[in-house]
């Protein structure tokens, strides 16, 4: 089972093609805001059957994909799962299928610096252990990973970000102003 949400789900994809190649039965839920945020549909398809979710409900079926995660690890015959997009849907995937004892693999998208393992700006807790995501992941066992921790320190530069953006969006609308 693959589960992709947002741009996790072009992530899933490489995953889902080699599991279809090696003859493995893939099943993709994959989900985004609405419509216009779903990709990787066809190229999905290619690989086994695809359940896409909307949270508007605009295209396929609304609501969440753990929505349709829960219903189909209850149907039972799922081995393994693989969960890729914004962190508390990696969360909520990870802790739907620990009481059916599927093994989940997450793909951490911590704060990447230098990305070899020396600044420590990836650094996760998984089962206790301090990891590096750049190089010890970025896939990791999901009912490992501490996600709170995860979650906190990816809100370590948030203030920093909104600035930079608030100027970013000030001087791109001069721009585009003196360009008109
Ligand atoms: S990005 Fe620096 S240790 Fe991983």
Redesign the pocket.
Known sequence: MCVGGGVGTAVVYPIAQALARRGVKVTSVIGGRSKEWVICEDELRACGDVVVCTDDGSYGRPGFVTEALKELCEAGGIDQVFAVGPVPMMRACSELTRPFAIKTTVSLN??????????????VSIAGKTE????DGPEFDGHQVDFRQLADRLNTYREFEQVALERWTTSHSAASAEAH
């Open positions: 911590s704060i990447m610096i230098d990305g070899t393992g020396m600044c420590g700006g990836c650094r590096y995501a750049c190089c």
